[in-house]
Structures are given as structure tokens and as C-alpha cells.
């Protein structure tokens, strides 16, 4: 593969930090604790890590309200912690992808604290300051708009009143973000996962957002509003294209976008001339319904809208999303896993996805996350996504000496990386194979993707490479289905048996079972 950039051959796994290993006791993961992980992440066959936010922060949303771009949080330890993982990492061949928060800081970050000092602050224009508030709502609850007392004007936060939103017209603001992206690529990190993307700025009128029709009740109060005006803004992109310029000086990085738009929307994403992020990530199968119409529909319409050149990305999962096992069921986690890593391009695995990690229900009194504690009960918590990495059967599973900072699964005893490594037909060695067989089939990660089909509860495609062909066979149903099928071979079921069995004539698919088979 050496034909393409890195990071288009790469899975990338994202790890919450807090929650993969603790090393100090102190229940909250760390940097020292990850070092100690790597070698796990080699034998996954993964490629890259990104790792959500570890600056420091007063962590009123978990690190995505940085006080500091510059230096890592005590938590997580040392910028010297912070060298050693990166040395580890690129000795082992894997790369290091950093969370940048550019759309808003902490409210304890010097420059707020210098914006809201005095009208007559230098830094007053970096945030969003204005004598009256509009209608815009915070994606956290309640308007979006918080009174200052000292100042008497208000200022805009799309999250949470402790993340006020900076004002990306401002060019000090570009100038001093982009040195910051400088700063850690110079450190050598090889990419950014940029939050917020589409959100960066702001309706230079401050017009007021119409009123969202499909609005009903129970549904978060952020949704009662079209975000028309502070949302997905035209001027974004060239906001995006100068980041892109900025890691376009060091050789070898990525840009990944946090984008959730229509795929219409989304695409505008990778710049023109493709010079805009790499990778604006594709939420769609994440937000698919799970049925075989649906997903070939999410598949093709995300097809049919990549620009001439732009490079395709699937996630099923992330920090802020129910996990997949819970979303589909624990029994259909596998072929999840297939769909996923049989799909063109660059893929991104969410910590504990290999283990069909499940959604904890945390308990009321055990609620941290802001999302939850500011709207109870309306789904929006993503504590049961972020719980604790269960290593092995022991008391905190392994992940920390302490209590952690979220409780375990119930199930972690039977569901942990030590019982799944000596079960050979579980799904951790299920996502291992798959993985491998995109080092050895590079049809599966650049070849075309053809005839993608739904027939009832099955899911098809075919993937052809100048050497090799596949056809993947997705059972999204749990009756087996029948097949007419001559002449394949089979190369993997997500079941882990029937491996080089070949095929012929009618072929029996059993339910929720997924199967790549190599054509001749
Ligand atoms: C992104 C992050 C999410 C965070 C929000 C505000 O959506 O993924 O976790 O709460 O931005 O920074």
C-alpha cells in the first residue's frame, strides 16, 4: 500500500482516557497506564490512536472545556508522560492523533478570564460578547447565551456556560490556535480530531434560528430550534482549509473532522480541491437504522456524494454514542464488525467496540456527565458509553487499583480482554482477523465497492481489488437465509468457524451471521 498516505490504510481506535487504564489509583485513567496498553493495541492490529482531550481542565465536560492547549492535565500526568507515550507509540508503529477543541475553551482559560475582565480587554473580542442575546440554545440545555454581572453584556456558548464559544472571525484567535496545532506537531503527533468542526463559527448578524417543525416533546430542548445561523456556516471552510495549510507544513498528518450533517452537507467537508480535512468523519452508519435497506441506503448515498478523489471513513461508535452492542444487540455485535471492517477506507473503533462492550446503566447518584445532569432522563447521558475498559476478571477489572471514576458492567467477569483472548471464537478475535485481513487484502481497504444490496435481513457487497475479490454477506435477521451461491470460498464467518471452507451451490447463512468469501 504504499501508494496511499498512512492514515488511509489506518483503523483508528479511540480512546476515552479516563477510562482505559488507570496506573496511580486514583480510579481515572492515565497516560502511564496506556503506555502500558500499547502492546495490547499492537496485537489488535490497529493503527493509529486518537485520544480525547487530556489538557488541562476543570473537566466540567471531561476535558472538552480546556483551560490550557499547551500542557496536560495532572490526571493524566506529564508533558514528559505525554513524549514517553508518543516515543512508545511510534516505536510500535503506532501513531498518535490528539483531540483539538478549538470551538470554545474553559471559562478558566486565561483568555476568557482576560475577555470578561473589562469591555476595554484586549481579548474581549475573542469570545462571543453582545448587549442583548438572541434565541440561539445550548446543545446542553437552556439558551445559549449566559449574563456576565461585572460587564453587564452576555456571551455565547454552544455547550456548557463553563465553555464559552470563541470567536473564530477574530484573526489573533486563528493565529493563536493554529501555533497551538503547531506546537504539537512539532512534538511529533501525527493529527488532529477537530470537535465541533461544522459548529466554528457563528452568523457574523447574530440572526435568530427559525423554529424546528419536527420538534416534540422529549426530545432535548437544543431541538427546538433549526441551528440555521450557528451552525455549519459557509465562512467554516475556510477556516478549515488554513488548519488544513497548518498541518499541510509538517509531512505526513491527518485532519479529521467532527462533522454530524446530512452527507450533502458533510462532504463539503473535505475543501475544495480536497484541501479541507482528510477525514470529516462519516456518522451515518452510527445513526443508521439496523436493517439492510437502510444501511445499503447509507452506504450508496454517502457514495454517491464523495467528491472526485475524497477518501471514505466509517465510524459505529464514539465517546458521545450508545454503543453498538446495545444499539443492535450483544448477538449482532459481530456482524457490526464485519459491515465495518469490510467497508472502503479508514475506520475508526471505539475503545471496547473488539469486546462487544455493552452501555452500563449508571445509577442517578452516579451521574457525571453534564449532558445528563442538565436534561435527566431525556437519553442524553454518555456516562453508560465511557465506562472503565474491563482488562480482566479481577476486582476493578484490572482497569484501576482504586474505585473508578464509573462503575463496571456487571458482565465484566465473563466480558474482558483475558476471558475473550482464551475464547478462540469470540468477538475480540473476530475484530483481530478482521483487522489482519486488511493487511493482507488491501482489496478490502482500497478495492472498489460494488453491488451493494438489500435482500430482506441481508446485507451484500461485493469489494474487487486488481488481485482478489470478495463478497460479504451481512444476516442482519435471525432466521438463516438460503442462498443459490456456486463457486467461493470462505474466508472468515463472523462465527469463527467454517474458515477456507469453499462453497457451492445452495449455501446456507445462519442468523446473525456475517461472511466474507473470496471469489474466484
Ligand atoms: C463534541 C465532543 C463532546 C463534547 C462536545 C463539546 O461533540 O465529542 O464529547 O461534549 O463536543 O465539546
Known amino acids: 500500500m504504499q501508494d496511499f498516505d498512512w492514515w488511509q490504510h489506518s483503523v483508528i481506535y479511540e480512546i476515552y482516557p479516563r477510562s482505559f487504564q488507570d496506573s496511580n489509583r486514583d480510579g ?74 478549538p470551538n470554545h475553551t474553559s471559562d478558566q482559560h486565561p483568555w476568557f478570564l482576560e475577555s470578561r475582565s473589562s469591555l476595554k480587554n484586549p481579548k474581549r473580542d475573542w469570545y462571543l460578547w453582545r448587549d442583548q442575546p438572541n434565541n440561539w440554545l445550548s446543545s446542553f440545555g437552556g439558551s445559549g447565551w449566559e449574563f456576565d454581572e461585572k460587564t453587564g453584556q452576555y456571551y455565547y456558548h454552544s455547550f456548557l456556560k463553563q465553555q464559552p464559544d470563541l470567536n473564530w472571525r477574530n484573526p489573533d484567535v486563528k493565529a493563536a490556535m493554529y501555533n497551538i496545532l503547531r506546537f504539537w506537531l512539532r512534538g511529533g503527533v501525527d493529527g488532529f480530531r477537530v470537535d465541533v468542526m461544522w459548529l466554528l463559527i457563528k452568523d457574523d448578524q447574530f440572526r435568530d434560528n427559525p423554529p424546528n417543525p419536527g420538534y416534540r416533546a ?127 477506507g479508514t475506520l475508526t473503533l471505539y475503545y471496547g467496540e473488539e469486546l462487544g462492550m455493552t452501555n452500563v446503566p449508571i445509577p442517578a447518584e452516579q451521574v457525571q456527565d453534564p449532558a445528563e445532569k442538565n436534561e435527566p ?56 482477523h478482521l483487522i489482519r485481513l486488511r493487511r493482507t487484502s488491501p482489496a478490502l481497504v482500497h478495492g472498489k465497492l460494488k453491488l451493494v444490496a438489500a435482500d430482506r435481513h441481508l446485507l451484500s457487497f461485493q469489494r474487487e481489488g486488481e488481485k482478489e475479490r470478495f463478497l460479504v454477506l451481512l444476516n442482519l435477521g435471525y432466521d438463516s437465509v438460503q442462498l443459490p451461491l456456486v463457486n467461493a470460498t470462505v474466508v472468515i464467518s463472523t462465527y469463527l468457524d467454517r474458515i477456507a471452507e469453499s462453497v457451492n451451490g445452495s449455501f446456507e447463512i445462519r442468523p446473525a451471521e456475517g461472511l466474507l468469501l473470496r471469489l474466484p
Open 218 to 344: 422529549g426530545l432535548p430542548s437544543s431541538h427546538q430550534l433549526l441551528p440555521v445561523y450557528n451552525s455549519d456556516r459557509p465562512e467554516t471552510h475556510s477556516l478549515v482549509t488554513e488548519m488544513r495549510a497548518v498541518l499541510d507544513e509538517f509531512p505526513g498528518r491527518v485532519l479529521i473532522g467532527e462533522i454530524y450533517l446530512p452527507v450533502q452537507q458533510l462532504v463539503t467537508y473535505y475543501g475544495p480541491d480536497l484541501k479541507g480535512a482528510q477525514l470529516p468523519f462519516n456518522f451515518h452508519l452510527l445513526q443508521c437504522a439496523w436493517n439492510a435497506e437502510a444501511l445499503a441506503h447509507s452506504i450508496l448515498s454517502y457514495y454517491d456524494a464523495l467528491p472526485a478523489g475524497a477518501w471514505p471513513n466509517w465510524v459505529l461508535g464514539n465517546h458521545d454514542q450508545p454503543r453498538i452492542a446495545s444499539r443492535i444487540g450483544a448477538a449482532m455485535a459481530p456482524v457490526a464488525a464485519m459491515l465495518l471492517l469490510t467497508l472502503p
Open 377 to 432: 432522563g431525556l437519553g442524553q447521558g454518555r456516562d453508560p458509553e465511557r465506562t472503565p475498559m474491563p482488562w480482566d476478571a479481577s476486582p476493578s477489572a484490572g482497569f484501576t487499583a482504586g474505585v473508578p471514576w464509573l462503575p463496571l458492567g456487571d458482565d465484566y467477569p465473563t466480558i474482558n480482554v483475558e476471558a475473550l483472548e482464551q475464547n478462540p471464537s469470540s468477538i475480540l478475535h473476530l475484530y483481530r
Open 28 to 101: 481515572i485513567g492515565d497516560l502511564s497506564g496506556m503506555a502500558r496498553r500499547l502492546d495490547y493495541l499492537v496485537g489488535l492490529g490497529i493503527d493509529a490512536i486518537w485520544i480525547s482531550p487530556i489538557f488541562p481542565s476543570p473537566m466540567a465536560d471531561f476535558g472538552y472545556d480546556v483551560a490550557n492547549y499547551c500542557e496536560i492535565d495532572p490526571i493524566f500526568g506529564t508533558l514528559q508522560d505525554f513524549d514517553r507515550f508518543l516515543e512508545e507509540a511510534h516505536h510500535r508503529g503506532l501513531r498518535v492523533i490528539l483531540d483539538f477543541v
